[in-house]
């Protein structure tokens, strides 16, 4: 289509770092269009009639699809919703965002703007949390509408009609009605109100699944979907001509234009046999393909998603180790350059004997190569930074594995290519140092001074996540959390040892305004998957893995937060788990329980 309103002409205030948001059309009517800002959602809408219109061909249910499209990819972080329609949207446009607000838990602040039989004036009307304007008002000035987002939580909208002349004098009142008498409180429950139908009871353990192997929380249930070297089932009753890959490892999930994801997993098998894996899923979760899509690389471990939507794929293959970008839509893959490849001529390799220590200059075992990699583990990005476009932080299992922090060349962001951005030469690394005399950090370019302080302080790092300029990454051989304030230069260390969450913290995962950092575990038998309440410390245990001698593995959710996925690495025993009441993962719940503090 060749509309001006394409992209925005200017940045946005308020952007860190400058920035715009990216305009989406609908394909089978390109006149639908959204954009996100500032955690609003809004989206432009065309239901017409007649030859004098734009473009006559938007039957009115087109509007429905494409608002159900796009809040399907949702993750229930939006806070409000402006939608500019031509006339009023339909029943099924309205069917469409109350189905969004039950799976996130409450309504939201929405705005409707649209004309209706061309009237002279404007009016305003509201119905709960909904306001409608209806406008191409002929004998009034245009109207200023901003929306206002209170510290304490909420939004609102402030309409601005900057005509001295009543314009809208016959709309309805929309002031609110005279008061009640104010009623006496009520007790404050014990936990939090449940309002919404919730069952689920994170941390109380009491249902048991496939045949007993997995212990749940109530209100929990599961569905088993992979097992090593065997096709995976489809819902139409076919299967994979691929079988499944072995060592199922960290995994992410990308969502899909129609509404459904790919849930990326990486296969830990060493000697090349290693790569990722790709499960494709429909929106309502059904699993409908699958093939690998990166082959020829090895033990690959952990990574991270980018915020292009791509996954990153680590390699913890000893001094061979790099990471990998997978594009499970387009196919793309490369290796990046999200960790330094260190010149093997500097390097001093120790081995130990049984006779003692020997030192050996790197060229000498292997004058083959001309770069070192490394046991890399997971992968996070900061697109919040105000001094840079983004930063990227890739964790090492090593006794000395240093934090790495890349921050690429503005040119890899000069040509509006995202495969570009971890790609293009001359980024630069630095590499944390803790400093645990007044709990400051800082970053060195020296890679020995973040080796050093490693090896110290937070050996055999696993998972890491960055969220709100918040960094939490894990140290398994210390069974702690360390969490990083990336505005402030602060950070912190926690015990990651609490009840049933007893053996090493491996990969992290999160829902975004959740509240809860999820934990994967490692160390044998026992291994389970644990929350832990971002604001109070507390943890609790979400399943347990009674028949698996095996670590946790891909922890990850579905772009609506409906289905969260675990693998048990062992035989590639991949799970998928659901909350019975129909609410997603970070909708209300019942309760939590959690691990007691004796």
């Given at each position: 289509m060749n509309s001006p309103f394409d992209q925005f002409s200017q940045d946005f205030p308020g952007v860190v770092g400058g920035g715009r948001p990216t305009i989406e059309r609908q394909l089978t009517n390109p006149e639908n269009f959204y954009f996100e800002y500032n955690s609003v959602a809004f989206f432009g809408l065309n239901s017409v009639v007649g030859s004098s219109y734009v473009k006559d061909i938007a039957p009115e249910d087109l509007n429905a699809v494409w608002v159900e499209q796009?809040?399907?990819?949702?993750t229930c972080t939006i806070k409000s919703l402006v939608l500019m329609a031509h006339v009023e949207p339909s029943s099924d446009v309205d069917a469409k965002l109350n189905n969004y607000f039950n799976r996130c838990g409450s309504p939201l602040p929405t705005l409707f703007i649209h004309g209706n039989s061309h009237p002279k004036t404007y009016c305003m009307t509201k119905s709960g949390l909904t306001l409608t304007i209806t406008v191409e008002a002929f004998q009034s000035s245009p109207l200023l509408v901003s929306i206002v987002r209170d510290p304490a939580?909420?939004?609102y909208f402030h309409v601005y009609d900057p005509d001295p002349s009543d314009s809208n004098e016959n709309c309805p009142s929309l002031q609110p009605a005279t008061p009640s008498p104010t009623a006496p409180p009520t007790p404050k429950p014990t936990h939090a109100p449940n309002t919404f139908g919730a069952t689920y009871v994170p941390g109380d353990l009491q249902v048991s699944c496939d045949d007993g192997?997995?212990?749940?929380?109530k209100g929990m249930n599961c569905k088993l979907l992979t097992t090593e070297k065997q096709?995976?089932?489809?819902s139409n009753g076919t299967s994979s001509q691929e079988v499944m890959h072995a060592r199922a490892d960290g995994a992410g999930v990308i969502p899909h234009i129609d509404g459904g994801w790919y849930l990326v997993s990486n296969s830990e098998v060493g000697t090349g046999g290693g790569g990722v894996g790709t499960l494709r899923f429909d929106a309502t979760g059904e699993v409908i393909g699958y093939e690998r899509t990166l082959n020829g690389t090895s033990r690959n471990c952990g990574g991270g998603r980018s915020y292009w939507n791509t996954w990153i794929s680590c390699e913890e293959d000893g001094d061979?180790?790099?990471?990998?970008?997978?594009?499970?839509?387009?196919?793309?893959?490369?290796q990046t350059k999200v960790v330094d490849q260190v010149s093997v001529s500097n390097i001093a390799i120790v081995f130990i004997s049984r006779t003692g220590i020997m030192s050996f200059t790197e060229e000498c075992q292997f004058s083959n190569r001309s770069y070192m990699g490394g046991n890399y583990e997971s992968f996070a990005y900061d697109n919040a930074d105000p001094d840079v476009e983004a930063r990227f932080f890739t964790t090492e299992d090593s006794p000395n594995g240093a934090l790495v922090r890349y921050t690429p060349h503005p040119n890899a962001f000069a040509t509006n290519?995202?495969?570009?951005?971890?790609?293009?030469?001359n980024g630069s690394y630095d590499f944390l140092v803790l400093n645990t005399a007044n709990g400051t950090f800082s970053w060195s370019t020296n890679r020995t001074d973040g080796e050093a302080n490693a090896l110290d302080l937070f050996p055999n790092t696993e998972g890491i996540d960055v969220h709100n300029r918040i960094l939490n990454f894990v140290s398994k051989k210390k069974k702690s959390l360390f969490t990083l304030d990336l505005e402030a230069g602060t950070?912190?260390?926690t015990s990651t040892v609490s009840g049933a969450f007893d053996l090493q913290p491996d990969q992290l995962g999160r829902i975004i305004d959740d509240g809860v950092l999820y934990f994967c575990e490692d160390g044998g038998s026992g291994c389970d998957v644990h929350g832990r309440d971002v604001k109070t410390g507390q943890f609790f245990t979400i399943v347990t893995g009674d028949g698996y001698d095996t670590e946790t593995t891909g922890l990850a959710f579905s772009p609506n937060n409906m289905f969260m996925y675990v693998a048990f690495q062992r035989d590639s025993k991949l799970y998928s788990f659901w909350r019975d009441d129909g609410l997603p993962f970070n909708g209300a719940v019942a309760y939590t329980k959690y691990h007691s503090s004796s």
């Open positions: 796009i809040l399907n990819m949702s939580g909420g939004d192997k997995l212990t749940l929380s096709p995976i089932q489809y061979r180790g790099h990471c990998y970008e997978v594009d499970p839509y387009t196919k793309y893959t490369n290519n995202s495969y570009d951005i971890l790609t293009t030469d950070w912190k260390s």
